[in-house]
C-alpha cells in the first residue's frame, strides 16, 4: 500500500490486558468492519477477530464509491459513499479494498479506483 498513510488516524493499539467478557451477538454482513480473519482496531475490545488493523485513511474519489459485500462486480451495491468522504482502508486483494468510513461502518468491498490518489507527503 505504497502512498498510503496513517496521518490521519487517531487509532492505537489498546493498552492493557484485552479480553471479551462473555458472548457477543455477530453483526450483519457490512455493517461493523469486521471478519473472521480481520477486524478494524476500534473493535480490539468487543468483538474477536484472528487480526486487528489500524486503517489507511483515504478519500473517496470523484465518482463516489458503491459497497459491496464481495469483491466482484457482479456484487450488489449496499451502500454509497460521497465523494471526497473518509474512507478507512483495512485490506487489498488485487484491484479491490475493503473498509469503511469509520468503526461504525458500514464495511465492504470497492474497486481501489474509487478511492481519490494519494497526496504526495
Not at 44 to 61: D, F, N
Not at 92 to 116: F, H, K, N, T
Request: glycine share 14%; hydrophobic share 40%; charged share 20%.
Amino acid at each position: 500500500m505504497s502512498g498510503a498513510t496513517r496521518k490521519d488516524s487517531n487509532y492505537a493499539v489498546p493498552e492493557g490486558v484485552l479480553g471479551l467478557k462473555g458472548p457477543v451477538e455477530k453483526p450483519a454482513p457490512g455493517t461493523l468492519p469486521l471478519r473472521g480473519d480481520l477486524a478494524h482496531m476500534a473493535l480490539a475490545g468487543t468483538h474477536l477477530a484472528a487480526h486487528y488493523v489500524i486503517p489507511h485513511v483515504h478519500a473517496v474519489g470523484t465518482g463516489g464509491a458503491g459497497l459491496r459485500l464481495n469483491p466482484r462486480a457482479d456484487a450488489e451495491v449496499f451502500a454509497e459513499l460521497a465523494a471526497g468522504s473518509r474512507f478507512e482502508l483495512l485490506d487489498v486483494a488485487g484491484e479491490w479494498v475493503w473498509g469503511c468510513p469509520g468503526p461504525q461502518g458500514p464495511s465492504g468491498w470497492c474497486r481501489a479506483s474509487d478511492l481519490a490518489p494519494a497526496e504526495d507527503a
